[in-house]
């Protein structure tokens, strides 16, 4: 598995900007649950995603959480090398949720290829503004929509993403991602379970009607 | 007033490129009030402030807005160019706060220069992390803070801006700025003026003691 079957916009650099990137990247298994990069530890480097998820979330000081967005495959991941950029005055935290091979590319070596790099620099700032679009997309929802709307809208989410109506998946998990608490999730579920949206139990919230959760985030 | 004076890193740029920003940059006065951009609007084009104030907003469907950031004096607003970039996915509006005058710069002839500068696409990463800094504060103070804590934060900046502690401010203008009601903030104020914190009168409010104000930001 080569970095450059992974890293986007390769055939746009300099062969010497490829052996330096591919020289000093280091391949690694990571396991699920593992806490990659959060405020307190070492500027890690980018992440380049080869399979798995990680989420990207941020804590409050009470420890609340909520996922301000997700990376897949091929994604890469420009906060966990926070060092890189003076202008990135905040902390999120990165966790593997799911079983995921990376590549790692030290913040340093990047950051010498994008200085002289305009097609990096600029792929790079594509995926700021991407990252950027998910955070502006998340404060609408925080500050405009209901909490009934943003529950469907992640039940279905979540389905889209592991390709199945029964989800496994804890009430607690639920709130971490919504930056709400588990009784308020609880309270919630149980309407939609009363309606017939959903089904409880243990573990799990199978989808029963994502027609009515569909329209019941577009109203 | 030359365009070279305010662009930053002017000097990175090659001839050949300070004059096509140059030849294409239009130099305008705008009026306190205007509305520069919203997403219904063409790509008008990079904002380079010489003088003045904007800020950026978001508007719910419902008519509620909340103030993301602001820019002054040699501040670039990327995001009155989002036809630039594919991953811009969202839409603010900008407003000048103050009579500001300003180059614009045509959307297209900037992405030519940051296509084959790496100078140029560097500087707009900075800018673009400067800008995702503001908002992942925004996130924060509107997850996990109190409302009179952002009220007490929001008062001591726009003193710091205008440099007086006697602000010509509606409760209306507030609510905007902060993305809540107008009578929540009326009660809050008056809830502040109780303890002594500020005075109101009709259109103004005046800070009387900022180190309580502070404090109430901090703990």
């Given at each position: ?32 649950g593992?806490v ?9 480097g ?11 979330c941020i ?27 003076r202008?990135i ?30 097609p990096?620099a ?27 709307k943003?529950?469907?809208a992640?039940l ?30 609880t ?33």
């Amino acid at each position: 598995m080569e970095i450059s079957a992974y890293f986007p916009i390769w055939d746009r650099l300099t062969k010497q900007q490829q052996e330096k990137l591919s020289d000093s990247a280091v391949r690694r298994d990571i396991e699920k649950g593992t806490v990659l990069h959060n405020g307190s530890m070492d500027c890690l480097g980018l992440l380049l995603v080869c399979s798995g998820q990680l989420r990207a979330c941020i804590y409050s000081e009470e420890g609340r959480e909520i996922t301000i967005y997700r990376l897949f495959e091929r994604d890469i991941c420009l906060f966990s090398a926070s060092c890189m950029m003076r202008s990135i005055q905040f902390e999120v935290t990165i966790e593997a949720e799911k079983a995921t091979q990376l590549w790692i590319i030290p913040a340093q070596v990047y950051q010498e290829v994008m200085a002289e790099s305009a097609p990096l620099a600029n792929y790079t700032n594509e995926i700021m503004a991407s990252r950027f679009s998910d955070v502006m997309w998340l404060i609408e929802q925080v500050l405009w929509k209901s909490f009934d709307k943003r529950l469907a809208a992640f039940l279905l989410e979540e389905a889209a993403i592991e390709g199945t109506s029964r989800l496994k998946i804890t009430h607690e998990m639920i709130a971490n991602h919504l930056g709400s608490a588990r009784e308020v999730v609880t309270r919630m579920l149980r309407y939609f379970q009363s309606e017939g949206m959903v089904r409880l139990s243990r573990g799990t919230v199978e989808i029963m009607d994502p027609e009515q959760l569909t329209s019941l985030c577009e109203n």
